[in-house]
């Protein structure tokens, strides 16, 4: 069974800080790694996958992925009250029932103006 | 622009009650999701589905049956609709090469309450 777990904060940063929001995960099967984004009553939308260790940056998002500690993180750089939203972390394996997502129980992230 | 539709957006319906929400999409998707989401809990996946006549069962299946007769049509059926079943559904898909990105396109969400 896998895990992925999430501090559900809420987290709360002031609007131009980095907001930091972090993922471990239980499978060490587990190849690729997605970060969605869902606004209060809509639906989840991707906004970053990763599958390489290290760093891979989008804009204003970064995913970090280091498969060693089983962990993933997202960043968000100068971070905007329109990033106000629950993050959810996602992780798929490569075989059998593993290949669906397992989605963690998401990170509440305010931005205060 | 292709999409996901999911029916209906609310219910309401009595303990006992068999219910089926329905979920259409346009993106010619051969894989098929339903995840359900409760507060603390985050997305569970209850059925999905790789193409016409597959379905398989997911996390959280007991008391929920999907089937898949086309593309474009996943319908989820609780037999009898259950207190515990009170939460927000989703619809999702994605290609087959869901291999490279993982994408999941979800519809709006349905949201049940079970009296």
């Known amino acids: 069974q896998k895990e992925v777990e999430q501090n559900s904060g809420p987290l709360s940063v002031p609007e131009g800080a980095i907001a930091s929001l972090n993922c471990t995960y239980s499978d060490r099967g587990s190849q690729s790694f997605f970060w969605y984004r869902q606004y209060s009553g809509k639906s989840p939308e991707l906004i970053m996958f990763?599958?390489?260790?290290g760093d891979k940056e989008d804009g204003r998002f970064t995913a970090q992925l280091n498969k060693a500690s089983q962990y993933v993180s997202l960043l968000i750089r100068d971070s905007q009250p329109s990033d106000s939203a629950t993050y959810l972390c996602?992780?798929?394996?490569?075989?059998?029932?593993?290949?669906?997502?397992?989605f963690g129980s998401g990170t509440q992230l305010t931005v205060l103006p | 622009d292709a999409e996901i539709t999911q029916s209906p957006r609310h219910k309401i319906t009595e303990t006992g009650r068999q219910v089926t929400l329905a979920c259409h999409q346009t993106?010619?998707?051969?894989?098929m999701f339903w995840y359900r989401q409760d507060l603390g809990h985050g997305l569970r996946l209850i059925h999905y589905s790789y193409g016409v006549q597959d379905t398989n069962k997911g996390e959280v299946s007991d008391g929920y049956s999907v089937s898949r007769s086309n593309t474009e049509d996943l319908p989820l059926t609780l037999e009898s609709a259950a207190s515990s079943q009170t939460s927000v559904y989703f619809c999702?898909?994605?290609?087959?090469?869901?291999?490279?990105?993982?994408?999941?396109?979800f519809g709006e969400g349905s949201r049940l309450t079970v009296l």
């Open positions: 990763i599958y390489s260790n």
């Open positions: 993106w010619n998707h051969n894989n």
């Open positions: 999702a898909s994605s290609s087959t090469g869901t291999g490279v990105t993982g994408e999941l396109f």
């Open positions: 996602a992780v798929k394996g490569v075989s059998g029932s593993a290949r669906q997502l397992t």
